[in-house]
Each structure stands twice: as structure tokens, then as C-alpha cells.
């Protein structure tokens, strides 16, 4: 697959613009930004997007919007796998959609739909590159690539590596091998394992997370021994 990549210095949201793009029949394509000024993570909670993060946004063409949720999987796994290649750390997935080194969250993904006569999933990818620092509120949970080395790094090259791991799991996609996805994902998994609570829309539950179903849903299994399917919702170590 290839994907036509558009540079910008500062925009309101890599996600808004590839949207305006997919709103025009524009798609296979990657945005990415040095800053975003309404960068945003799930559940719309603020995503800081200050100078030194790598912002991206992938749009694509899909058929089903059900699965959407193997391109999110397929986004973490990329930027793990290329954060281990370029710098050597140990870079790991969390359920559903975050990538962690050392316990701390180096990069965010947000996977969205536009439905119509033709549908498409944009998937944004927030990584933290060379911040020296982060607010207040995020200090103790964020980390970047520069704290973690004392580097500084390339961003468009790693967009562009990022891309080039998207493409590989992306043609399993393709193929509907969802088999392959979730046993990448899998691989790489910070949460597989782990006694987990998971706070969802309507409960909180606290178990060991025993596996990722072929739906991409987290399955705990329950101090009663009762096996209870996550769908949606925030996890953290219990």
C-alpha cells in the first residue's frame, strides 16, 4: 500500500485534517504535524501536543468499520516495533491502545470513523519523541524517547518507519488474517499476564488478564473464576 504523506508545522488535529481529506474522496494517505493545537485522546480527554511529539493521523479506505479495531492494534504494534529499532528500548502495547516503556506512556493511539456512501478509519498516533518535560499532571505517567536516551531523534523518519511497520501487518489485514494481528500483538503485550482493573462505562472489575479474543476484546479472568470480556473502557496494574 502506498501512502501519499502531507508535512505540516502546526495543526489543530492531524485526525481533522485527514477527515477533511477523506470528506473530499482523499484517502490512503498519512498526515503529520509538529504540533497540534486540539490534539485529543479517547474518550475526548486533551492530548498535549507540544513541540518535539511525533503527530500523525493514517486514513484509509475500509470496507467494514467493525474492524477498525485491528488497525489500532496494528498502529501500537508498528510503533513498538519501530521504537525497539531506532532506539533499543523495550517498548510495550497496553489494551487497547497505548504503548508504554517502563511503565510509562510514551505514545497514544485514536482510531475514528467516517460513514457514508464510503467508509473511513483514521488512526491517529500521538508518540512521544524529544520532550524534555511534560505538564504537571502527566509528569509521573509520560515519558519520550529523549528522557529515555538522551537523544534527539528524527521525526519525519520516524513517522516514515512507523509506515513502512504499518504497511507489513497492514496486508494481513487485507487478507483478513485477523489470526496474525492479534498474534503480533500479543507478543509485544504489557498487559497480558497482569492482574488488571478495568474501569468500564457501567462497572469496574479486577482480574488477571488472560487473553485478547479474535474481536481484539480483553478477557480477565475474575477472582470467582468467572471469565468477564472488556470491550471498551480504561485499564490500569492493580
Not at 474518550?43 to 475500509?62: A, D, E
Not at 497492514?170 to 488474517?177: A, F, I, L
Request: charged share 25%; proline share 1%; hydrophobic share 40%.
Amino acid at each position: 500500500m502506498m501512502l501519499n504523506t502531507y508535512y505540516f508545522k502546526i495543526l489543530d488535529s492531524t485526525n481533522i485534517k485527514a477527515s477533511e481529506f477523506a470528506k473530499k474522496g482523499n484517502s490512503n494517505l498519512a498526515i503529520v504535524a509538529d504540533k497540534q493545537t486540539r490534539g485529543k485522546g479517547r474518550f475526548k480527554r486533551k492530548w498535549f501536543s507540544g513541540p518535539g511529539g511525533l503527530y500523525m493521523t493514517i486514513s484509509l479506505k475500509v470496507d467494514d468499520i467493525l474492524r477498525v479495531k485491528y488497525l489500532t492494534f496494528i498502529a501500537a504494534v508498528s510503533v513498538s516495533k519501530t521504537i525497539r529499532n531506532i532506539a533499543g528500548l523495550n517498548a510495550l502495547v497496553k489494551w487497547p491502545n497505548d504503548v508504554l516503556i517502563d511503565d510509562r506512556k510514551i505514545c497514544g493511539i485514536l482510531a475514528e470513523t467516517i460513514s457514508g456512501r464510503e467508509n473511513y478509519a483514521l488512526i491517529g498516533i500521538g508518540a512521544n519523541i524529544n520532550q524534555k518535560k511534560f505538564p504537571k499532571e502527566i509528569a509521573d505517567k509520560a515519558t519520550s524517547l529523549f528522557l529515555k536516551t538522551n537523544k534527539r531523534y528524527n521525526t519525519k523518519k520516524i513517522s516514515n518507519l512507523i509506515i513502512k511497520e504499518f504497511n507489513k501487518l497492514y496486508s494481513q489485514y487485507t487478507k483478513s488474517n485477523h489470526e496474525k494481528i492479534i498474534a503480533e500483538w500479543k507478543r509485544y503485550s504489557h498487559t497480558l499476564g497482569r492482574k488488571i482493573k478495568a474501569k468500564t462505562m457501567n462497572n469496574t472489575y479486577i482480574g488477571k488478564a488472560i487473553d485478547v479474543d479474535y474481536d481484539c476484546n480483553l478477557i480477565l479472568r475474575l477472582k470467582n473464576g468467572k471469565m468477564q470480556k472488556i470491550t471498551e473502557g480504561d485499564i490500569f496494574i492493580a
